[in-house]
């Protein structure tokens, strides 16, 4: 099995050999779209540090990939959730500073200092182990101390800050080389919170700069906060959101072009004509109105197809939208205009959940389950069949690690990383 996985690395793309090794449902992502938006961002800051945030296997999406390719359009630093994060990407030969935000636990932090990860540090007993723990191993280990100034997760507070500064400034194989801070409401059209965190870690910071106690990397900004507050870039700007292509604030104009990265695709399975009242899904909730053409597909809420349905909290919009709904898809409407590329385009937009195909929305009908749904394509004038690609909104953080991942590099399929391994799609020679 090895073997035949080993000789299959090297995959032709002009083929599409490729597709084998995609599945049912795969995930695509723009490498060349993340560059630009990298390079937007890091613009738009201008001189200071840029830490990609990585966590989460790069938003879902890849961390090794997304690694490589933000530090080579701008970013200076990653930022990742776990030990384990960190450790792939010193594996994959990522060798710029690594920040870990959690919290770490005592007999993590061997592993800590063997990788020359960057430990987030708030307790002296932590920060001891770490010391230490770099003595054994003749380092000098890199530490943040997190301050809490309203999140509320984990941190020293301000109040208990000086004293520990004092404290850990003493240990002889640290290197305390930032501090920082994480806000909780900075996508928020209201800033005063987001102010009022700040104000604490300036004064925190101001208080330690008149004790004599400076820190290399001072840092606050998230993605929203970079949107919306310069005066707290400081060293370095934490952004995750934003080079994924996900704007964090509500606004008609974006103030940095960016653009979404990702896509959920998956290949219709099966096509079939099917009657008028025939139910679909778990529930039977859906009844078509008339005679259908009904595409199954291979994804489901299982593998991260968005499933946040715009009728679930009373609003009056979500209402009109609901009755809009059902008076479109009553039997005369459904009968007359079925055909109509624009119905089915008002149909998709004001129902639940919708797919992409042929350039055009559909809906999705009945309830998704873990691994299937049913789209509606009877409006399309060519009629799609087994194999066709369908695209979906997806929550990239909660996509399936069973998906496979493809990426887009200088405009072409570059690699497909899967379960069972990693394919360079190369273009074969001929002859
Ligand atoms: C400590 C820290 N900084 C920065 C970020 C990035 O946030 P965003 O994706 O909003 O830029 C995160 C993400 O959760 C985080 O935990």
Request: charged share 25%.
């Amino acid at each position: 099995m090895n073997d035949l996985i080993n000789q299959e690395k090297e995959v032709d793309r002009t083929s599409k050999q490729y597709e084998s090794h995609l599945g049912q449902a795969w995930i695509e992502v723009d490498l060349d779209m993340l560059a630009t938006n990298v390079k937007n961002v890091k613009e738009y800051i201008g001189s200071r540090r840029m830490m990609a945030v990585l966590k989460g296997n790069g938003y879902g999406l890849g961390a090794i990939e997304i690694a490589k390719t933000a530090l080579a359009n701008g970013a200076t630093d990653i930022g990742v959730a776990s030990i384990a994060e960190g450790i792939e990407l010193r594996n994959a030969g990522i060798a710029a500073p690594i920040l870990v935000f959690n919290p770490l636990l005592k007999e993590q932090i061997g592993l800590l200092v063997t990788y020359d990860l960057t430990g987030t540090v708030f307790d002296m007993d932590t920060a001891r182990e770490i010391s230490k723990e770099a003595s054994l191993q003749s380092k000098v280990a890199k530490v943040h101390i997190k301050i809490d100034t309203g999140l509320g997760r984990f941190g020293i507070f301000p109040e208990e800050a000086i004293s520990f500064v004092k404290e850990i400034k003493e240990l002889s194989n640290l290197n305390v080389e930032g501090i920082y801070t994480h806000f909780a409401r900075a996508y928020q059209k209201k800033q005063s919170y987001t102010q009022d965190q700040f104000n604490k870690f300036m004064s925190v910071l101001a208080e330690l700069a008149a004790l004599g106690y400076d820190f290399k990397i001072k840092h606050a900004a998230n993605s929203a906060a970079v949107v919306t507050l310069s005066e707290t870039y400081l060293d370095m700007v934490r952004v995750g959101n934003l080079i994924y292509g996900i704007y964090p604030v509500e606004t008609k104009e974006p103030v940095i072009e960016i653009r979404q990265i990702w896509s959920l695709k998956s290949k219709i399975l099966h096509t079939r004509h099917v009657k008028k009242g025939t139910r679909v899904g778990y529930g039977s909730k859906y009844v078509t109105p008339t005679d259908r053409y009904l595409a199954s597909i291979g994804v489901g809420w299982g593998d991260g197809l968005n499933l946040e349905p715009s009728f679930v909290t009373i609003r009056w919009r979500n209402l009109a939208k609901l009755i809009l709904f059902k008076f479109l898809t009553h039997s005369w409407f459904a009968q007359h205009l079925e055909k109509k590329a624009w119905y089915t385009d008002i149909l998709a937009r004001v129902h639940e959940y919708s797919a992409e195909i042929q350039d055009i929305r559909v809906p999705i009908v009945g309830r998704p389950s873990m691994q299937n749904a049913v789209v509606d394509v009877t409006s399309l004038s060519k009629k799609p069949q087994a194999g066709d690609v369908v695209s979906f909104d997806a929550r990239i953080v909660t996509i399936s690690a069973r998906l496979a991942r493809l990426y887009i590099k200088d405009k072409q399929p570059y690699k497909v990383i899967n379960l069972l391994g990693e394919y360079d799609l190369q273009v074969k020679e001929l002859g």
